[in-house]
């Protein structure tokens, strides 16, 4: 038999086994056909025959239920098209419609489409990652009781002292407040309220909250009004026009603390006022209650979406926004699917930060999905940031996007001076090198005694963070990452930053058996240590992951940091973003060097980025404030430059190294992951997979100059990752039509052998 004939006589044979009949069904002849796509790889709808019972009920966006695959597993899927014209091969039949609405409007349906095409993924993947698991539900949100007092009804003589006290209290703050938080406050039991209530002096309202919310004080107090400044009012009125409708993406460059925030919150009103919903993306750490506050007490019904939020709650959420019940949306990265159906403006706040970069399927950038939406649904979208990254500011210089900035800070509060400490050439104290230099320390006890606050930075947790046998050498590492372990004392334990792997301490060096294993580097909770010694009589409280496990501990920290309970404030880089604390007079970076020599092209824009987000927690109140940053490279452009506030001329000095190299944002990227557990067979399929892509790039070249570069196959830089063998490579190309017209010639033929997995990641943000 020649090979088409029998491949055509097994396709018959397979259909025969897949639909378990003797005699091939016909295709049918007509009805009503729905297109299913689900959670899967596949780039292609499945289409199956609408009963008669479910004919009324369909629609596109619902869910439906299927049977699918070998054996006819019923499966959920999603519909995204129907149509009436009969299909030419037979089809099977659709089981259930699971939903009463749509989860989905046409706008969230043409997105997710975009995004499969776009990450090169199943559009059933994406559909599955975007609503929530709880959307279904009928799980509500929680109701909270708040209490305000009615205006302008004069209370009699003599009231009770209790019931003076709360009504003396509500007026004062002119906002309601909440049941629990009132008696808190007043020292009463509901007692007083109720009779408040029965004279008509107070009124309940109920309103739904986020668990998470904390509404203690920070919620509860509104801005006063803000007169915006010179640089501001420039920025408005460039803004302004655009928020009656039509797409249009601002970059709003301003400096730490130069009212940035009130243009968001301006822009927002004005929407709301229109009668339409305003998007705000904030990085996930952002989401303190402080600046849920200034969104909630401005900017009417708001619905805050965090990764801590339940199931159950995050459908809430969601139905609540699908029914037009919520005015803004506040929300970390997936926040930007919320289905608002009358969305008019999306803003995003430091845009430029790496966790709006989903790193799993669909392994999409929130900021690029949402400038996306914004052009589909015609609306503007305003991206803001002290530090732009390098594609938006690309962007905003070629035209793209419309530049906006704020030069200066607000009340004409200078940018705090940077001093840079150069530890190279430091000798060491008492036989060995402290955390903090002489610099530093004093500056430390200079702010804290004139009353200021500090903020301490050390970019990296734990206790020590390598181990080492001084005999042999060896360096304690992950049984399943080429990585080391840290150690973190308070739990006695060496721990995998990458995979959580952890092992107690040896007592003996694993390798050689010597008892002598050492301790070195610097964590943060060795820091803490250090700390505390040196200022007995000072409070210091640390933040990083370890420290901050339970929802909640962020914002009690910040809260207790805010009225003066902590003195020093010492963590990770959670604590260098968007604080706005105006008694802190000194911001601390112990090593400036820390994610400078990692291989990611990427690593001098954090370094600079990160420089100067926490420069800008300095001196944000009337008493000013200073930054002094130690550093063993005091020379690299990064550091000088964010020591010197100088965003531009970091740009354009990483621009040309960008260019040089064919980095974005002037190339595309796209990177592919294969991995193993079988080292050789991880390799093989590397192998086999970029030659594929290297023929494909041949024929490109023949029609003309290649515009798609490969780079590889090699060891990725962290080579053993969970267990896994990890090679990696490359594409770049001018031209992300080109580069996505190659991944499509190439990706849907490969299949890696089992056991053997690949990824592909579009726009990449990890590196290693
Ligand atoms: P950014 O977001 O740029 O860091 P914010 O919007 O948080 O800055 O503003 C910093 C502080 O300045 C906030 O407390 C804010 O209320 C205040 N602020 C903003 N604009 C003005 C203004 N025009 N006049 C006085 N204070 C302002
Ligand atoms: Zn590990």
Redesign the pocket.
């Known amino acids: 038999m020649s090979r088409p004939r029998r491949e055509a006589a097994m396709t018959q044979t397979l259909q025969r086994d897949l639909f378990g009949l003797d005699e091939p069904p016909e295709p049918p002849v007509a009805g009503l056909f729905a297109d299913v796509v689900f959670d899967r790889p596949l780039d292609h709808a499945f289409t199956y025959a609408v009963g008669d019972d479910l004919a009324a009920t369909i629609a596109v966006g619902k869910r439906v239920r299927a049977p699918f695959g070998r054996g006819d597993r019923t499966t959920i899927g999603y519909c995204v098209r129907l149509n009436e014209t009969p299909p030419t091969r037979p089809v099977k039949e659709l089981t259930a419609v699971l939903d009463d609405e749509a989860l989905l409007d046409d706008h969230l349906m043409r997105l997710t489409r975009w995004m499969a095409d776009y990450y090169l993924c199943g559009w059933g993947q994406v559909l599955n990652a975007v609503v929530p698991a709880g959307a279904r539900d009928k799980a509500g949100t929680r109701l909270r009781m708040f209490i305000e007092a009615v205006a302008d009804k004069e209370p009699p003589e003599h009231l009770p002292a209790k019931q003076a006290a709360v009504l003396q209290y509500l007026r004062e703050v002119h906002h309601p407040v909440e049941l629990r938080e009132l008696t808190r406050r007043v020292r009463c039991g509901p007692g007083p309220i109720e009779a408040l209530a029965s004279k008509g002096l107070v009124r309940r309202i109920t309103r739904r909250m986020d668990r998470f919310i904390d509404t203690g004080e920070e919620a509860g107090e509104p801005?006063g009004p803000?007169?915006?400044?010179e640089d501001?009012r420039r920025v408005w009125a460039q803004l302004e026009p655009a928020l009656h409708g039509g797409f249009q993406a601002f970059l709003l460059h301003?400096v730490?603390?130069?009212?940035?925030?009130?243009i968001y919150l301006r822009a927002i009103e004005e929407v709301v006022r229109q009668g339409k919903e305003a998007l705000v993306l904030v990085p996930e750490i952002s989401l303190t209650p402080q600046t849920i506050a200034r969104f909630q007490g401005r900017c009417g019904e708001t619905a805050v979406m965090h990764s801590h939020l339940g199931d159950a709650e995050r459908g809430g959420h969601w139905r609540r926004v699908a029914s037009g019940q919520v005015q803004v949306v506040v929300g970390a990265r997936s926040a930007v699917f919320a289905p608002a159906r009358k969305l008019g403006l999306i803003v995003i706040d430091e845009e430029h930060e790496s966790t709006f970069k989903q790193e799993s399927t669909p392994r999409y950038h929130a900021r690029d999905v949402a400038v996306m939406r914004a052009r589909l649904e015609n609306i503007p979208i305003l991206l803001g940031s002290?530090t732009p990254s390098l594609e938006s500011w690309h962007n905003a210089q070629r035209g793209q996007y419309t530049l906006l900035t704020?030069p200066q800070r607000?009340?004409e509060r200078p940018l705090p001076p940077v001093t840079l400490i150069d530890r190279r050439h430091e000798t060491p104290r008492k036989g060995r090198f402290p955390a903090l230099s002489a610099g530093l320390e004093h500056a430390m006890r200079d702010a804290l005694r004139e009353g200021g606050q500090v903020i301490l930075m050390l970019n990296r947790r734990g206790f020590s963070t390598h181990i080492h046998c001084p005999s042999c050498g060896h360096i304690e590492s992950c049984r399943f990452c080429d990585l080391g372990l840290t150690y973190h004392k308070q739990r006695d334990i060496m721990l995998c930053h990458y995979c959580g792997y952890e092992e107690a301490p040896p007592k003996n060096c694993q390798l050689c058996g010597q008892a002598a294993v050492r301790y070195h580097g610097l964590g943060t909770e060795k820091l803490q240590a250090e700390i505390e010694e040196l200022f007995p009589n000072y409070v210091v409280r640390r933040m990083d992951s370890d420290t901050m496990r339970r929802p909640g501990s962020h914002g009690r920290t910040l809260a207790a940091f805010r009225e003066g309970l902590i003195h020093i404030l010492m963590g990770t880089q959670m604590i260098a973003k968007g604080l706005?604390f105006p008694n802190v007079t000194l911001v601390g970076v112990v090593n400036a060097d820390v994610g400078l020599h990692v291989p990611d092209f990427r690593a001098a824009e954090r370094t600079f980025q990160l420089l100067s987000q926490v420069a800008?927690r300095a001196g944000?109140g009337p008493r000013g404030g200073r930054v002094i940053v130690q550093t063993l490279t005091p020379e690299h452009p990064c550091i000088a430059l964010a020591a010197a506030h100088d965003y531009a001329g970091f740009t354009a000095a990483e621009l040309i190294h960008r260019r040089a190299h064919n980095y974005p944002p002037y190339q595309r990227m796209a990177r592919v992951i294969v991995r193993s557990h079988d080292q050789q067979a991880a390799g093989a399929f590397a192998d086999r997979l970029a030659a594929a892509f290297a023929e494909t790039l041949q024929k490109l070249a023949e029609k003309g100059p290649a515009e798609v570069r490969l780079l590889g196959p090699a060891e990725a830089p962290v080579f053993r990752l969970k267990g896994y063998f990890r090679y990696h490579f490359q594409l770049q190309s001018p031209s992300a039509a080109t580069l996505h017209q190659v991944l499509r010639a190439v990706l849907p033929m490969q299949r890696p052998p089992t056991g053997v997995e690949f990824t592909l990641d579009v726009d990449p943000f990890n590196m290693l």
């Not at 803000?226 to 400044?229: D, E, K, V």
């Not at 730490?256 to 009130?262: A, F, L, R, Y």
């Open positions: 801005d803000i007169t915006l400044n501001q301003g730490t603390g130069s009212g940035k925030t009130e002290a704020l607000v009340m706005d800008g944000r």
